[in-house]
Nanobody, 122 residues
């Protein structure tokens, strides 16, 4: 059973920083692309950033470019999201996502974390 567990959310003032972590556990062959999504109150979930297994950063949504950094530690099966210069509009539930091959013969399966709340006060 593969699980993604996020941590690091909380309440922060505008201009502050938070670092989110997401660790994968269980039995699997390989973790491929990992990503962070967020869902603001009353809005749809949106993709924030992605990173490949080799560490290449594929994508940042325009609203976080220059402020957020995605990274990963493959030895720890963990992806991070460093969030600086936070704004009230960054308030959302942040979700970790990973494409994981459970066995060497299987295709990627999509896994989600449970979400962690980030609240930025003005």
């Amino acid at each position: 059973q593969v699980q993604l567990v996020e941590s690091g959310g909380g309440l922060v003032q505008a201009g502050g920083s938070l670092r989110l972590s997401c660790a994968a556990s269980g039995s699997f062959f390989r973790i491929n692309t990992m990503a962070w999504y967020r869902q603001p109150p009353g809005k749809q979930r949106e993709l924030v950033a992605t990173i490949t297994s080799g560490g290449s950063t594929n994508y940042y949504v325009d609203s976080v470019k220059g402020r957020f950094t995605i990274s990963r530690d493959n030895a720890k099966n963990t992806v991070y999201l460093q969030m600086n210069s936070l704004k009230p509009e960054d308030t959302a539930v942040y979700y970790c996502n990973a494409a994981i091959r459970v066995t060497a013969w299987s295709n990627n399966s999509n896994y989600w974390g449970q979400g962690t709340q980030v609240t930025v006060s003005s």
